[in-house]
């Protein structure tokens, strides 16, 4: 009994140090369907190369993807942009705040001190972010007193990062943070008040944006109708299925200009004939991503329309 109350005290003493952040241990217990590299900090690590192929799928045909395979609660929609057109894709770091309680916001801010934290809580987050984080914060829907970040803070991210945030709040500086090329913040709206009466309760951990659920390292991507979060486990079949649904939109709409095939033929199962065409298209259009036959029954097999 003695030996299980130390191995329970050192658990919390660790999980302590490392403040609001949760254990390891657990996100990686979380997000146990990610079979690939990891960051130290346990979130999964999708591959540079993955992110870079996101940036070129449309937000509908990833949406389809993922609600095709039961993941219902990934998108949300109605924000406000710094840019209307500068689109955020990375891997989530998340962030959840609450409205502040003087009792825990004492205990949360001795202990920041400790651990050497700067700053009001809000800048904490910024200290972990790494190249390709998109910084993804909870908090609560709050405008004014809510702006989790200004213009000097929206520097330091995209200086870290090279993307830019998602936050369930609100900013300041607008013009400020609309200087910083290629950065991009989708908010609640935007407001010149200072931040106050919030405080951080939950760095790397699992969120709620509206409607959608995040986890940290989901592939986020983002278009003007709104931000989906990608699980990682599931990011390369996703970019994957995407960019073959695009691809086949693209090609349906030639054979439907050509008359060579009829909308009647295009949308339903494939012949061989139309495969075979399918093929020879794609090595005709160099731009398009390479499909191959066994790849593209596979496709096929999901049926995406």
């Keep these: 009994m003695k030996k299980r109350f130390v191995v329970f005290l050192s658990f919390l003493v660790s999980a302590a140090a490392v403040a609001q952040t949760i254990p390891r241990e657990e996100l990686i217990f979380l997000t146990a369907a990610w079979k690939g590299e990891r960051f ?3 979130r999964p690590k999708v591959p540079d190369a993955l992110v870079e192929r996101a940036k070129k799928i449309g937000i509908e045909e990833a949406w389809q993807v993922l609600d095709n395979e039961g993941y219902k609660h990934q998108f949300e929609g109605n924000w406000k942009m710094v840019h209307d057109d500068v689109p955020v894709v990375g891997r989530a770091m998340t962030a959840r705040y609450l409205p502040s309680r003087p009792d825990v916001d004492q205990q949360v801010k001795e202990r920041g001190r400790i651990e050497g934290r700067k700053g009001n809580t809000n800048a904490w987050p910024i200290e972990v972010l790494q190249k390709g984080d998109v910084y993804v914060a909870e908090a609560f ?8 970040i200004g213009d000097n803070l929206g520097t330091s991210i995209f200086t870290k990062t090279g993307t830019g945030v998602i936050f369930d709040g609100s900013v300041r500086d607008l013009s400020g943070l609309a200087k910083i090329p290629g950065f991009n913040a989708f908010v609640r709206d935007f ?9 951080l309760m939950g760095l790397n951990t699992p969120i709620r944006i509206g409607g959608a659920v995040v986890m940290p390292g989901d592939l986020v991507i983002s278009e003007r109708e709104g931000v989906l979060f990608i699980p990682a486990h599931m990011a390369e079949y996703v970019v994957g299925m995407a960019e073959f649904i695009a691809v086949r939109d693209r090609f349906s709409k030639d054979m439907l200009k050509t008359e060579r095939f009829n909308a ?35 496709y096929l097999q999901k049926r995406t329309w």
Excluded: C, M, Y
């Design 141 to 148: 829907g709050k405008i004014a007193q809510g702006t989790l």
């Design 191 to 199: 407001h010149p008040s200072f931040i106050d009466g919030v405080l």
């Design 40 to 42: 130290k900090d346990g």
């Design 264 to 298: 009647g033929q295009i949308d339903n199962q494939w012949t061989e004939e139309i495969k075979t065409s399918f093929l020879e298209w794609v090595k005709k259009h160099p731009e398009e991503p390479p499909i191959t036959r066994p790849e593209l029954e596979r």
